[in-house]
T-cell receptor, first 112, second 116 residues
Framework: KQEVTQIPAALSVPEGENLVLNCSFT??????LQWFRQDPGKGLTSLLL?????REQTSGRLNASLDKSSGRSTLYIAASQPGDSATYLC???????????FGEGTQLTVNP | GAVVSQHPSRVICKSGTSVKIECRSL??????MFWYRQFPKQSLMLMAT?????????EQGVEKDKFLINHASLTLSTLTVTSAHPEDSSFYIC????????????FGDGTRLSIL
C-alpha cells in the first residue's frame, strides 16, 4: 500500500526566505506526483505536476523535483511571501489506477 | 484552467437529514470524479471514484448505502449523505479529471458539513 509522508508538518519562516518542503513515498511505481496548495476551509489548487519520466518542474518562484527511484520529491519556494502561507500537500498517482494518495501536508506560515 | 464548482459550500442541519452535494466541471468533460473526506488538520481520504454512467467504486470502509454517489453526466456528480449523524460532520471535497491516465485532478472548493 502506497504511503506518502511530508516533512516538516509545520514550518514558520520570515518573509523573503527560500525554503524546501519534502515529500517521500514508499512505492516508486507512480505515473506522476503533484503538489497542491490548500488555504483554510478551501479546496486544493494544483501547483505543479511532475510526470514519472521528469526530474523537475518550475512555475514562477516554485520548483518541484522528483527522484522516483528513491521515492522523494521536494518543493522549493524562492523568496517566500506572506501570501504563500497555506498548507502544501503532495500526492502521487499510482500506475495501477487513477487514484491519488496524499501526504498529510506541511502547514507553512510566512511572517511579514 | 479547468474549473470545478462544488455546492453548497457549507451545510448545517439536524441529525437524520439527508444532504446532497453537487460537483460540476464547468469547462471540460469529467470522465472520472472523485470524492474525498478531510478531517481537521488531516489529509484527504479518498471515499469513492466514479466514472460517468457507471456505479461508483468505494474505498474500503466507506459505506455505499450511507454515501450515495451519482455520476449521470460528464459534467455532474452528486454525493448524498443519507440520514446524516454528527460523526458524518467533515469537509467533503470533489475532484474531476478528463480522459487519459495522466490527466490531472481538478478540485472543487469543498463543502463543510456540520450535523447537529
Amino acid at each position: 500500500k502506497q504511503e506518502v509522508t511530508q516533512i516538516p508538518a509545520a514550518l514558520s519562516v520570515p518573509e523573503g526566505e527560500n525554503l524546501v518542503l519534502n515529500c517521500s513515498f514508499t512505492d516508486s511505481a507512480i505515473y506522476n506526483l503533484q503538489w497542491f496548495r490548500q488555504d483554510p476551509g478551501k479546496g486544493l489548487t494544483s501547483l505543479l505536476l511532475i510526470q514519472s519520466s521528469q526530474r523537475e518542474q518550475t512555475s514562477g518562484r516554485l520548483n518541484a523535483s522528483l527522484d522516483k527511484s528513491s521515492g522523494r520529491s521536494t518543493l522549493y519556494i524562492a523568496a517566500s511571501q506572506p501570501g504563500d502561507s497555506a498548507t502544501y500537500l503532495c500526492a502521487v498517482k499510482e500506475t495501477s489506477g487513477s487514484r491519488l494518495t496524499f501526504g498529510e501536508g506541511t502547514q507553512l506560515t510566512v511572517n511579514p | 484552467g479547468a474549473v470545478v464548482s462544488q455546492h453548497p459550500s457549507r451545510v448545517i442541519c439536524k441529525s437524520g437529514t439527508s444532504v446532497k452535494i453537487e460537483c460540476r466541471s464547468l469547462d471540460f468533460q469529467a470522465t472520472t470524479m472523485f470524492w474525498y473526506r478531510q478531517f481537521p488538520k488531516q489529509s484527504l481520504m479518498l471515499m469513492a471514484t466514479s466514472n460517468e454512467g457507471s456505479k461508483a467504486t468505494y474505498e474500503q470502509g466507506v459505506e455505499k448505502d450511507k454515501f450515495l454517489i451519482n455520476h449521470a453526466s460528464l459534467t455532474l456528480s452528486t454525493l448524498t449523505v443519507t440520514s446524516a449523524h454528527p460523526e458524518d460532520s467533515s469537509f467533503y471535497i470533489c475532484s474531476a479529471s478528463g480522459a487519459g491516465v495522466n490527466q490531472p485532478q481538478h478540485f472543487g472548493d469543498g463543502t463543510r458539513l456540520s450535523i447537529l
